[in-house]
C-alpha cells in the first residue's frame, strides 16, 4: 500500500493542515517508508508468539516493607512553632458554619 500527494492533501485538509508542494512531497515520502516499514512487520511469523498486554514486562519494582523504628516524638516536634505535648498545634482551618 503507498499513498500519493492526493491522499496526503487530503489527510492534510481532514486534519485542518496546509503544506507547500515540497513539504507535500517530503512527507508523501516520509509515509511512505513507514508503510514499507509495517509491511516489513506483516512478513515475520508470528503464529507462535503471544500478544503482549504491555511492551515491556515489569516485574515488581516495589522495594520490600522493611520496619524500622521511628522518629521518636519528642524529637519529631523539637523545632515545632507551636505544639501540644504530643502534637503540633495549627489554626483552625474548618469552618463549622458551612
Do not use: C, Q, W
Not at 517508508?33 to 516489513?40: A, D, P, Q, T, W
Amino acid at each position: 500500500m503507498a499513498v500519493n500527494k492526493k491522499d496526503v492533501e487530503y489527510i492534510a485538509s481532514l486534519a485542518k493542515l496546509k503544506f507547500d508542494e515540497n513539504e507535500l512531497s517530503s512527507i508523501t515520502e516520509d509515509l511512505n517508508n513507514i508503510l514499507g516499514y509495517v509491511e516489513k512487520l506483516n512478513e515475520l511469523n508470528t503464529d507462535n508468539i503471544e500478544p503482549l498486554y504491555y511492551p515491556i514486562e515489569y516485574e515488581n519494582v516495589l522495594r520490600e516493607d522493611i520496619e524500622i523504628e521511628s522518629l521518636p516524638t519528642e524529637k519529631g516536634l523539637e523545632n515545632a512553632v507551636d505544639r501540644t505535648d504530643e502534637h503540633f498545634r495549627v489554626p483552625k482551618v474548618i469552618n463549622k458554619e458551612i
